[in-house]
């Protein structure tokens, strides 16, 4: 090992051709406010602030005894014949939850695409998911989703999730997830009795910088899907609830705090899986995944819901929200190191890293500490530091 040169970080190579962007983390989403708009917030917080969520609970609370009403004498297992009655509910239901994001500053939802029946698109897959105000379209169609069972016992709110009849799927039961899909596959097959299940693939929220890894689960069923892209166009982003950022009530305050939020929702076309699509649903994925990036001017990335406990670390081994070890952690997979990131383990390698700091660290290193044979898919991997001469950095950047 030798002692590192001084660092520093340029936008070239020395052939003088433009390196790639720093990559961002999906999982992590910062605010940052002008004079001016903190001046904003803070008159909007004593003003309309208190008076629009003041209505959006009132409406909230309007809604219950209709979801209530519709959902009497309801089967788990059967759709009812639809009545006049709870015809009558459903459109009350959606005039007040439209009339509850109205009061929450979102005057007007821009809807582009026509939307397929459920014959024709059981299953809807939207992206990206960034926010609880995603369930904005859930309102407007009163589609299905797929929910924690111990959703449907929180006072009103339970209500108003069983009035949609979503799947509901337990954490406590070790066959959960797979009756959660044998589930969305009976309804996909029922020739569209049952309403549309609107899934959201990631499987978390991310910064809608980009598409992560879509899970199966809509895709294994292997119907024809709807893609359906979500749009904030707001330039102060007070929606999206990360991981890392802003808590939920922060956002909601944030939010309402807001003249206008606007919402785009767009309907792709229909999408027919191909019979090798349908007998892989990871490619089935991918592939709807690839169209909703098009259709979105968005990146794709191999990051997943499990990536979230790298980029939530803290202390010595905290992962900065520009770094690529996000990147490294999914090539690391590749190589078969699947380590869990547990605290115990960050902790260990961050007593290294103190010991080592200051030391540099090169390609004989980094597979001596991984205790891996030098190989061109761990050559790759050591790449991906070099694009920004991260070469010179440290044990703890490895």
Not at 87 to 103: E, K, T
Not at 168 to 186: A, G, L, N, P, W
Not at 203 to 210: A, M, Q
Not at 275 to 290: D, G, H, I, M, T
Request: proline share 8%.
């Amino acid at each position: 090992m030798k002692l590192p040169n001084k660092q520093h970080h340029s936008s070239e190579n020395e052939d003088g051709s433009d390196l790639p962007p720093p990559f961002r983390n999906p999982f992590v989403h910062e605010l940052r406010f002008t004079p001016l708009e903190k001046i904003r917030i803070g008159v909007m917080t004593v003003t309309v602030f208190p008076v629009r969520l003041f209505f959006a609970v009132l409406l909230m609370l309007l809604a219950w005894p209709f979801a209530f009403a519709a959902s009497l004498g309801r089967s788990e297992l059967a759709v009812e014949t639809e009545t006049w009655w709870r015809r009558i509910c459903d459109i009350a239901l959606r005039g007040i939850m439209r009339a509850m994001w109205f009061c929450g500053g979102f005057h007007w939802v821009t809807v582009k695409g026509e939307p397929a029946p459920p014959s024709q698109a059981p299953i809807l897959t939207l992206a990206p998911h960034s926010s609880y105000f995603d369930a904005i379209p859930v309102t407007m169609t009163m589609a299905s989703i797929v929910m924690k069972t111990e959703s449907k016992n929180i006072p009103v709110w339970g209500t108003l999730i069983k009035f949609i009849r979503p799947v509901f799927v337990s954490r406590s039961d070790q066959d959960s997830r797979k009756k959660t899909v044998e589930e969305i596959k009976r309804r996909a097959h029922a020739g569209g009795e049952w309403p549309q299940i609107m899934i959201f693939p990631e499987g978390t929220c991310t910064n809608r910088s980009c598409l992560i890894t879509f899970k199966p689960g809509a895709f294994i069923p292997a119907v024809p899907v709807q893609p359906v892209v979500l749009r904030y166009p707001n330039r102060m982003d007070t929606i999206t609830w990360t991981w890392q950022g802003p808590g939920a009530f922060e956002i909601l305050w944030l939010t309402l705090c807001q003249f206008h939020n606007p919402i785009e929702i767009e309907y792709l076309p229909l999408y027919t899986p191909s019979e090798e699509e349908k007998n892989n649903p990871a490619l089935f994925a991918n592939n709807v995944r690839s169209i909703m990036a098009k259709a979105l001017e968005l990146p794709i990335t191999d990051l997943s819901f499990d990536d979230c406990q790298l980029s939530l670390a803290k202390g010595p081994m905290r992962v900065p929200s520009n770094s690529s070890l996000l990147q490294f952690n999914r090539l690391a997979r590749r190589l078969g190191l699947r380590a869990g990131t547990t605290d115990t383990v960050l902790e260990q390698q961050a007593s290294k890293a103190r010991k080592l700091w200051g030391y540099t660290l090169g390609l004989g290193d980094f597979a001596h500490y991984l205790d891996l044979p030098v190989t061109d898919m761990l050559t790759e991997l050591h790449s991906l530091f070099n694009q920004w001469e991260l070469w010179k950095h440290t044990y703890s950047v490895y």
